[in-house]
């Protein structure tokens, strides 16, 4: 009887030492996963109309996104810049979305993913990639479009070479622009210069950055607080989102961003 009450009395004293252990090891893995920070590296493609703040405006709260983009920037321009070798090393993020200048990445004609002028885009952008991976980021390449359909394939076969040379996920933009755009002429897909990207266009970059980060459709329109930027934010490229921003601008209606989001595939 001694026996049996002793190792019956043992019992509820390990479940507590147990539950202890379960919840500790709960509590580590909850403190082990990195809050969701995003950096935007591009160009005006980028900047105009803010990108960054569109796609943060679809994000849950908790998410903080930055961005580094200066005008007329190539990859291969800011390989050597400081500021942004910085923001990739110590700046904890665990996503980086790279936009190339619009163009760059067209690879036209038979052979030209060997030529020369690709393979000195590919080498300049794995640069920056590699730099985004030994700190710990996912990589993402987000497309352009091209105002000439016959050129849009060209354009999408050299933007998905470099993303698998980077080893991040290809974001398509250009074909899906093209046939939203016929579908809906009258959108305001370009900025009043004519290159620029419009609130339309703006607004379709955000939905499908969305998805490639969380993997979920939006469900509102994307909105910017603040500074609908047309000129660079900053002089060193970098400039912070605040989600608390205002006044408010929504670029497009809940009905456009709704078929935005339809036309991402799962």
């Known amino acids: 009887m001694l026996l049996k009450l002793s190792r019956a009395s043992a019992l509820p004293q390990l479940a507590p030492v147990a539950l202890a252990v379960l919840l500790l090891f709960a509590s580590g893995a909850h403190a082990t996963e990195p809050p969701r920070r995003v950096l935007f590296v591009g160009n005006s493609l980028t900047y105009v109309n803010n990108l960054p703040a569109a796609t943060a405006s679809l994000a849950p709260p908790g998410v903080e996104v930055d961005a580094f983009a200066l005008p007329g920037a190539s990859l291969n321009d800011d390989e050597h810049n400081a500021r942004l070798a910085g923001l990739l090393a110590h700046g904890h993020y665990t996503d980086v979305v790279f936009q ?141 989102v605040d989600r608390a921003a205002r006044p408010v601008t929504c670029l497009v209606s809940p009905a456009k961003a709704a078929s935005f989001a339809m036309s991402v595939a799962d």
């Not at 000439?148 to 074909?175: H, T």
């Not at 290159?195 to 998805?211: D, F, K, N, Y």
Request: charged residues 20%; contains cysteine; proline residues 6%.
């Open 100 to 240: 190339e200048r619009g163009g760059d990445a067209i690879c036209h004609g038979d052979g030209c993913l060997t030529a020369p002028y690709h393979l000195e885009v590919v080498r300049g952008s794995k640069v920056l990639a590699k730099m985004a991976r030994d700190a710990g980021a996912r990589l993402y390449y987000l497309g352009t479009w091209q105002l000439n359909p016959v050129m849009e394939p060209e354009l999408v076969k050299g933007e998905r070479d470099i993303a698998a040379a980077m080893g991040a996920r290809y974001i398509e933009l250009g074909e899906t622009w093209l046939r939203l755009r016929a579908a809906d002429p009258d959108a305001a897909w370009l900025h009043s210069d004519g290159q620029h990207p419009g609130h339309a266009t703006t607004a379709l970059m955000a939905v499908r950055v969305w998805h490639a980060l969380s993997g979920e459709r939006a469900t509102q329109p994307p909105c910017v607080g603040g500074t609908l930027y047309y000129h660079a934010p900053s002089e060193d490229g970098f400039f912070h």
